[in-house]
C-alpha cells in the first residue's frame, strides 16, 4: 500500500484539526501522474505526458498517440487493474482537454474519474 499527504480541490495539503491528511488515493496518484507535463521536472525531462507536441502543436499533433500515452499512464498507475471506459475532449482553440474514464482498482472497486488538463 503507498500513502500519499492528500491534497484538497485546489491541489492543497487537506488538513483535519491541524494535522495533515494522508490516504492511499489511486485517484489522487492517477491525476497527479497525468497533470505532469513532459520536461516540466528538472530532474527527469521525459517524466510527464507530451500534451503540447501531441495535442496543441497543430503541425505535429498526434491526438491519437497522445490518447495511447494517457491511456498506458492511467493503467500502469499503482492499484489500478483496468481501465472499463475512456473519452478525451479537446477545446483546441482554448487549448485544454479533458479526459473522462472509469478504473477497476486492485480491489475491484470502480470509479469514474474527471482529469481536466
Given at each position: ?15 483535519a484539526n491541524n494535522d495533515l491528511i494522508v490516504s492511499d488515493s489511486t485517484a489522487q ?59 478525451t475532449n479537446y477545446n483546441f482553440e482554448n487549448r485544454f482537454g479533458e479526459i473522462i ?17
Open positions: 500500500m503507498l500513502v500519499d499527504i492528500t491534497l484538497d480541490a485546489n491541489h492543497d495539503y487537506a488538513f496518484r492517477i491525476k497527479q501522474r497525468l497533470g505532469v507535463l513532459k520536461g516540466e521536472w528538472f530532474l527527469d525531462s521525459e517524466l510527464g505526458i507530451p500534451y503540447i507536441d501531441e495535442l496543441f502543436d497543430n503541425k505535429t499533433g498526434t491526438p491519437r498517440l497522445l490518447e495511447s500515452i494517457i491511456r498506458t499512464t492511467i493503467e500502469t498507475t499503482y492499484g489500478v487493474s483496468k481501465i472499463l471506459s475512456f473519452t474514464f472509469e478504473v477497476e482498482y486492485s480491489d475491484g472497486t470502480t470509479e469514474s474519474l474527471e482529469v481536466t488538463v
